[in-house]
């Protein structure tokens, strides 16, 4: 028997709100979260917009200790954690070894470490740095992987536990790892997703030097335009979205409700260039191929596509060359939309909120807009459902993912037989 993976709850955590709830009301009525940094002053920097989210740990029931401990991306994972398992029911410690925990993350602790390297290197001077300042969670911020194990400590999970980092693909790779561990055998049940919060001095001026992001700093809440021809770069923004994978017969057995099937999952790399994409689309259109193959579905079955849609000028283009290459005559047809003109792009953990986006899409049979889109780009000429939402029967959605080092990612999500999880 074929094993599958359904996702039985979610966590949210995203600029202009927190919860499920609060995230598919901003999405579905079109608002905007992006603002005016607030996290430091932005004055020195080309940008100086993001999508902050209103995030208070000890109102989520963070201790201090681990407020302390934890830098803002790992509360932000903890949190949505919590909310996941609850939503779904499940008590990992009653079978802990055969539950494991996949998180993506682009970047890490990047508040963490970048507040901490100006504490103990003395000014900026390339001087030994004076251990005597160093907290001793210092490690932590340094390595990934204890994004994994605060996950994995917050709900006794002892199965495998790994961090995917490839870039702003890290949350659909991470959440099909864990489908692929499902499917195989190896764990009946993954709590999975990705975090990141990146919005800090150092990342600000990482992509102000490649001129990535959008300095429209006069029009907050309007800069992020994906497919629009006025576009000029993506607004930075930070958040977390954790999903409980279960197999689905395990999930039938315990009356869990299922949201959706994770049914397909292929990533490529574009082996060309670590910012650039080719123009064809030809990787991203090869991911949503074998994507689709493997949930045995064909483009006239899907009902809505959830785009990479970042602003730029490129990737929007690239992308909508893919949409055709891959799904042919129905990428006219197909509703297609970016929720990054609501609440910016989160890095890594932008996939895993769009593959939350797409399983409330299949719940509700609502697609989300794309929020600015006043001014078409002739060459992005397809249906990406400007400024309200559409009423829709989504049984199957195709997510997309494009990341910086060429990472093209591709996932297929369908509903459940009947929609009640039989």
């Known amino acids: 028997m074929t094993r599958r993976a359904v996702i039985t709850g979610m966590g949210v955590l995203a600029p202009g ?48 200790q681990e407020i302390r401990r934890m830098d803002r991306a790992a509360q932000l994972a ?109 764990v009946d049940a993954m709590v999975c997703g990705a975090t990141d919060a990146p919005i800090s001095p150092i990342t600000m001026a990482c992509f102000d030097a490649i001129k990535a992001t959008s300095p429209r700093n006069d029009d907050a809440g309007r800069a992020s335009r994906p497919f629009d021809r006025t576009r000029n770069g993506f607004v930075l923004g930070e958040g977390a979205a954790v999903f409980v994978l279960e197999e689905r017969e395990r999930a039938r057995r315990r009356g869990a409700p299922v949201i959706a099937e994770v049914a397909g999952f292929a990533t490529r790399c574009n082996a060309f260039h670590m910012t650039g994409l080719r123009p064809d689309g030809r990787e991203m259109a090869e991911a949503i191929r074998v994507a689709m193959d493997e949930a045995r579905v064909a483009p006239e079955d899907v009902d809505y596509v959830n785009a990479h849609g970042s602003g730029t000028k490129q990737n929007d283009r690239h992308e909508t060359a893919a949409f055709k290459r891959a799904l042919g005559d129905r990428a006219r047809r197909v509703p297609i939309s970016s929720i990054k003109s609501m609440i910016g792009h989160s890095l890594g953990a932008i996939g895993s909120l769009e593959i939350a986006a797409s399983a409330l899409a299949i719940e509700h049979d609502v697609v989300p807009p794309t929020a600015n ?50």
């Open 78 to 186: 903890v949190v949505a954690t919590r909310e996941a398992v609850a939503h779904a029911g499940l008590d990992p410690r009653d079978d802990p070894c055969r539950t494991g925990v996949s998180i993506g993350s682009a970047v890490g602790a990047t508040m963490g470490l970048d507040r901490e390297y100006c504490v103990v290197s003395d000014g900026g001077r390339l001087d030994p740095v004076d251990h005597r300042y160093a907290p001793t969670h210092l490690y932590d911020y340094f390595v990934p992987s204890s994004f994994a194990a605060e996950v994995a400590w917050a709900v006794g999970a002892e199965g495998p536990a790994t961090v995917v980092s490839t870039g702003c693909t890290s949350g659909i790779d991470a959440v099909g790892h864990a489908e692929e561990l499902i499917a195989e055998g190896s």
């Open 17 to 64: 709100g927190t919860g499920v709830k609060d995230f598919w009301s901003l999405l579905t009525e079109g608002r905007t979260a992006t603002r005016g940094i607030t996290f430091f002053d932005p004055e020195p920097y080309r940008s100086r917009i993001a999508a902050e989210i209103d995030f208070d740990p000890a109102a989520h029931g963070l201790r201090p």
């Open 373 to 422: 889109l006043h001014h078409p780009d002739p060459e992005c000429d397809l249906d990406y459902v400007p400024l309200t939402a559409r009423d829709v029967p989504t049984g199957t959605v195709l997510t997309v993912g494009s990341g910086f080092g060429g990472f093209q990612s591709a996932m297929v999500l369908r509903a459940p037989r009947g929609r009640d999880g039989a």
